[in-house]
T-cell receptor
Framework: KNEVEQSPQNLTAQEGEFITINCSYS?????LHWLQQHPGGGIVSLFM???GKKKHGRLIATINIQEKHSSLHITASHPRDSAVYIC?????????????FGKGTKLSVKP | NAGVTQTPKFQVLKTGQSMTLQCAQD?????MSWYRQDPGMGLRLIHY???????DQGEVPNGYNVSRSTTEDFPLRLLSAAPSQTSVYFC????????????FGPGTRLTVT
């Protein structure tokens, strides 16, 4: 069983829709990352959080440590949001840089 | 700042050939790592380094060597390439001071025939 599971694997939305991507993990963690990988392949960090909620523009990330679950929300989705969104965790007690990745959620936003 | 740079962007090797994937960062980050990304799988850690002169194995280290002689550079060596090493390779770095975000290079797409 993967230590980090994401759902859904694939998601198609119409422009303007509210989108939620889920991440569940089975290990104790010290932090969780949400990453974005565009079709060109580059990976950028969107959020790193260890509790509560963070917001950046139309993106909101939440984490519930007790339930071992995090969500990434996109409000008013746009075709430029089309990308693969990846959840990754830092195992508690592990090296701060060693990430364990989910397989990603491929999002396609249609105009 | 250039951030994290990787060369080459693309490479085709024949089985048994050797090569070095280059990675450099100009942010004075202590932590650097190499990941591979394969279809249907998440990124997996190959090797990492917490500072110059210090390296350690990740989840899938077999067939790869690394060294860290300077803070800036962290090359990944394939000693004898195999088709199973066909993948996209990403280098990443982060500051060791606290839980800061990771910065990823643009990736190297390697095909071994």
């Amino acid at each position: 069983k993967n230590e980090v599971e994401q759902s859904p694997q694939n998601l198609t939305a119409q422009e303007g829709e509210f989108i939620t991507i889920n991440c569940s993990y089975s290990v104790g963690i010290s932090a969780l990352h949400w990453l974005q990988q565009h079709p060109g392949g580059g990976i950028v960090s969107l959020f790193m959080l260890s509790s509560g909620k963070k917001k950046h523009g139309r993106l909101i990330a939440t984490i519930n440590i007790q339930e071992k679950h995090s969500s990434l929300h996109i409000t008013a989705s746009h075709p430029r949001d089309s990308a693969v969104y990846i959840c990754a965790v830092i195992r508690r007690g592990g090296s701060q840089g060693n990430l364990i990745f989910g397989k990603g959620t491929k999002l396609s936003v249609k105009p | 700042n250039a951030g994290v740079t990787q060369t080459p962007k693309f490479q085709v090797l024949k089985t048994g050939q050797s090569m070095t994937l280059q990675c450099a960062q100009d942010m004075n980050h202590e932590y650097m790592s190499w990941y591979r990304q394969d279809p249907g799988m998440g990124l997996r850690l190959i090797h990492y380094s917490v500072g110059a002169g210090i390296t350690d194995q990740g989840e899938v280290p077999n067939g790869y060597n690394v060294s860290r002689s300077t803070t800036e550079d962290f090359p990944l060596r394939l000693l004898s390439a195999a088709p199973s090493q066909t993948s996209v390779y990403f280098c990443a770095s982060k500051s060791d001071r606290g839980r800061y975000e990771q910065y990823f290079g643009p990736g190297t797409r390697l095909t071994v025939t």
